[in-house]
C-alpha cells in the first residue's frame, strides 16, 4: 500500500478514534485504533515497516490532540517494531495469535507512552496506569482483532491477486 494511502487511512482512523469511538468508551477506556492499524501493518509487513507506521501514526495524534509532540509517535513506534518482530516469527493468519500479539504490543507502546510521562516528570500512580488504562486498553483493542483482521488478510490476498493479473 502506498505511503499516500496509508496516511490518509491513518487520518481516517484517527478521526474515527476521537468521535464515534467516544460513544462506546466502557468506563472511560475506549480501543485505540491507530495502535491497532500500527500493529497490523507491522505483523504483516515487518519491524521496519510497523516502526515507521507507528512513528508516523503517533505523529498524526500528537499533531491532533495537541499534547506533548512525539509522545505517542515514540510509544507506537515501539509498539509497531514489536508486533513486527512477532509476525516474522508467528504464524500470519491465526487470529487468536494475532489478538495475542495485539494485547501485548498495545500493552508495550503504552507502557513506554508511560515510561515517557515519568521521564517529563508528569506522576502517574503505576496502579492507576497499568489497571485502569493500559490492560483495559489493550484487552479493548485485542478484542477488535477478530472482527478486523479477517478483512485485513481478505483485502491484502485480493490486492494481490489483482496485481498480479
Known amino acids: 500500500m502506498h505511503f499516500s494511502a496509508l496516511l490518509f487511512l491513518l487520518g481516517a482512523v484517527l478521526i474515527l478514534q476521537t468521535t464515534i469511538l467516544e460513544y462506546i468508551a466502557l468506563y472511560?477506556?475506549?480501543?485505540?485504533?491507530?495502535?491497532?492499524?500500527?500493529?497490523?501493518?507491522?505483523?504483516?509487513?515487518?519491524?521496519r515497516e510497523g516502526?515507521?507506521?507507528?512513528?508516523?501514526?503517533?505523529?498524526?495524534?500528537?499533531?491532533?490532540s495537541g499534547s506533548y509532540i512525539g509522545l505517542n509517535a515514540l510509544s507506537?513506534?515501539?509498539a509497531g517494531y514489536f508486533a513486527?518482530?512477532?509476525?516474522?516469527?508467528f504464524y500470519k493468519e491465526n487470529t487468536?495469535?494475532?489478538?495475542?500479539?495485539a494485547f501485548v504490543s498495545t500493552a508495550v507502546g503504552l507502557s513506554v507512552n508511560y515510561l515517557l510521562l515519568l521521564y517529563l516528570n508528569i506522576h502517574v500512580?503505576?496502579?492507576?496506569?497499568?489497571?485502569r488504562v493500559v490492560v483495559p486498553t489493550a484487552l479493548y483493542t485485542a478484542l477488535l482483532v477478530p472482527f478486523l483482521f479477517k478483512r485485513v488478510i481478505s483485502f491484502l490476498k485480493t490486492r494481490d491477486r489483482?496485481?498480479?493479473?
Not at 500512580?125 to 489497571?131: C, M
Request: proline residues 5%.
Open 51 to 64: 516502526a515507521f507506521l507507528g512513528f508516523a501514526g503517533g505523529m498524526l495524534e500528537d499533531l491532533f
Open 125 to 131: 500512580p503505576l496502579f492507576h496506569a497499568l489497571l
Open 28 to 47: 472511560g477506556v475506549k480501543p485505540d485504533l491507530v495502535m491497532l492499524l500500527v500493529i497490523f501493518n507491522g505483523f504483516l509487513l515487518g519491524p
Open 84 to 89: 513486527g518482530a512477532c509476525g516474522e516469527r
Open 76 to 78: 507506537n513506534m515501539v
Open 96 to 101: 487468536l495469535v494475532v489478538s495475542g500479539v
Open 162 to 165: 489483482d496485481q498480479l493479473n
